[in-house]
């Protein structure tokens, strides 16, 4: 985890001093370090929260720390981000980290400021998985709720007031760093927000979001730091659909007789926008919750440059198309503004794509079906699809028909119907379906063929006789299979329940197991916890082991007896499948 170079460095870290140090105890402090670096001395230790990382004392460090705590702002900041109590008064200097102790509402703000503290360097420690970032949360409430208490604030200023400092903090300087602390906190967890989108981690960058939208009470920074995390996502995604559109507009030949490389500018546009723009829609719109205006102004721009390659294919005369990647761009930007003018687009394309459709496809026909009206074997119109109102006219299937039966489709014809008959406008295209339904014909016809020439040999005497034993061997291991199937079968019942409480012990074993750490890890740094819910939970943990390995233990010859089966099946199996082939 990134720690801030602020806490790694921070002036009271680098002096060893407490957070409640006087002007005097200050310089006392630096001149002491001195000495101790001259003898070498002068490492990190215990005291230092070496968690925080490795830190340095050499005259340079010493001097900036003592700068920083002459800045009024800066000595605020320093305070904030450091313990008011010593850490570990048994290994640490007693000169340097000596406090007057300060009774009352004072002491009970320091201590828990203190607390906070310790959580939120908990918290830099921990991992970016579910647990880790659930620390994050909660030391940055706990964080939220001290600086949010007048009596620690006010505690600060008479901190001020009894350090003899030149010149003191004023209460405006208090206030401006008030409006910031909570976002100072989480700047670690900020930035490792960053890292993650960089490093394309998408499921931790949403999990870090997730955490800063449940912090979203405790003031506006959470919001900022969401856009702060996106933003470059965001920005990169839409710098992506902006060159795409400008590329392929550029690259447009508005004039009548350029149709046939505008279609090539509009195909290449079009792949662009699938292989990169659709990805990267969809890393965005993973990382942004349901909706986010950022995730819906994403969905908006995409939409628009889609509707910018629909809008180029009119110059490609391909209105069909146009009226199809519209009508895709319009779903896309659903509940944006960009709908109105993705709808107006639509409309202007919509009665060109109809003509096109209707005529745009039809070829001459050299000469007319033969139609058999009343005859039961001939050739003959089935269906009506694409509808067009204006020339009354449809598009039929011609089928070659036995017994009334359409066996399969010959050609594809634009029609109008006449009395008695049928007003040929052109032939068109067959279509998928009916070239699927000619080709599986065909394999048929084929496969009769093949059957009668087979026959054929057999019956002059030249066939194949597969080996008896071959299908001896098949028919043996098919009963082996049918048989331990049964028997897994008749086992799955009983074994049903006990792996299904197994499965319900571990998964409470582990959250319980979870939770324990965790109060583990807060009470060897001092941390006060429940320790009758400590117990509760370890009992907890021990009866559910308990209850855990018993089941185990009764059902293990039922257990080992399903596992020996399933090894035993997949082998029949393997050994069947061999044989086939």
């Known amino acids: 985890m990134f720690v801030p170079d602020g806490l790694k460095t921070n002036a009271y870290r ?53 700068g920083r705590l002459a800045n009024p702002l800066q000595r605020l900041n320093d305070r904030l981000f ?58 940055l409430r706990a964080w939220h709720i001290v600086v949010s208490e007048d009596d620690y604030w006010a505690f600060v200023l008479a901190l001020e007031e ?116 659709e990805p990267a829609l969809h890393g965005v719109t993973q990382i942004l919750p349901l909706g986010d205006e950022a995730a819906q102004q994403s969905r908006e721009e995409a939409a628009l440059c ?42 202007e394309v919509r009665d060109l794509a109809r003509k096109q459709r209707v005529f745009g496809a039809l070829k001459p026909i050299s000469s007319l079906p033969s139609l058999a009206h009343e005859s039961d074997f001939g050739f003959r119109l089935y269906g009506k699809s694409d509808y067009d109102p204006e020339t009354q006219s449809y598009a039929t299937t011609c089928y070659f028909v036995l017994l009334f039966i359409p066996v399969f489709p010959i050609a594809r014809y634009r029609v109008i119907d006449t009395e008695g008959g049928y007003r040929f406008l052109g032939k068109l295209p067959l279509r998928k379906g009916d070239r699927w339904h000619l080709g599986i014909v065909a394999a048929a016809i084929a496969t009769v063929v093949l059957i009668g020439i087979i026959n054929s040999s057999r019956n002059t005497g030249s066939s194949y006789t597969p080996s008896p034993s071959s299908g001896y ?73 308990s209850r855990y390995r018993a089941l185990k233990a009764s059902n293990s010859s039922t257990l080992q007896l399903y596992e020996n089966l399933v090894d035993e099946h997949n082998a029949l199996v393997a050994q069947y499948n061999a044989l086939l082939r």
Not at 90 to 96: F, I, K, L, Q, V
Not at 308 to 333: C, G, K, P, Q, V
Request: with cysteine; charged share 30%.
């Open 82 to 139: 450091w313990f008011h109590r010593p850490r570990h008064p048994r290994n640490a200097d007693s000169t340097a980290l000596a406090t007057e102790a300060i009774p009352g509402p004072p002491d009970r703000a320091a201590r828990c400021h203190d607390e906070a503290l310790t959580r939120l360097f908990v918290a830099f420690e921990a991992g970016l998985d579910d647990a880790g970032v659930e620390l994050w949360v909660q030391a």
């Open 473 to 545: 061997n098949l028919a043996s291991l098919k009963a082996r299979i049918d048989i331990s199937r049964s028997k897994l079968e008749n086992l799955e019942p009983q074994l049903q329940p006990v792996r299904e409480e197994l499965t319900t012990l571990e998964a409470r074993m582990g959250a319980l197991a979870s939770e324990l750490k965790s109060l583990d890890r807060l009470r060897n740094l001092w941390i006060q916890i429940d320790i009758d819910d400590y117990n509760a939970k370890e009992e907890t943990r021990k009866g559910l082991l």
């Open 162 to 277: 009894r350090g003899g400092f030149e010149p003191v903090a004023l209460p405006s300087d208090v206030d401006a760093l008030r409006d910031d602390v909570v976002r100072l906190a989480a700047d670690g967890l900020i930035v490792a927000g960053r890292d993650a989108l960089a490093r394309s981690e998408t499921s931790t960058v949403r999990r870090i979001l997730a955490a800063l939208r449940a912090l979203a009470d405790t003031g506006p920074w959470a919001e900022a730091a969401q856009e702060d995390i996106a933003s470059p996502a965001v920005e990169r995604y839409r710098a992506l659909c902006r060159a795409v559109c400008e590329e392929c507009g550029s690259k447009i030949a508005y004039n009548q007789d350029a149709a046939e490389p505008n279609k090539g500018v509009c195909d290449a546009a079009l792949k662009r926008f699938r292989s990169e723009i």
């Open 306 to 347: 889609l509707a910018s390659i629909a809008t180029a294919y009119t110059w490609a005369d391909d209105f069909t198309a146009s009226e199809e990647l519209h009508e895709e761009a319009l779903r896309l930007a659903k509940d944006t503004l960009g709908a109105i003018r993705i709808e107006h687009g639509l409309a």
């Open 14 to 66: 680098v002096l060893r001093l407490s957070a409640n140090a006087t002007l005097s105890e200050i310089h006392r402090a630096a001149d002491s370090l001195r000495r101790t670096a001259k003898l070498g001395l002068a490492g990190t230790n215990e005291a230092d929260n070496p968690l925080l990382g490795e830190v340095t004392r050499l005259e340079a460090d010493i001097r900036r720390a003592i």
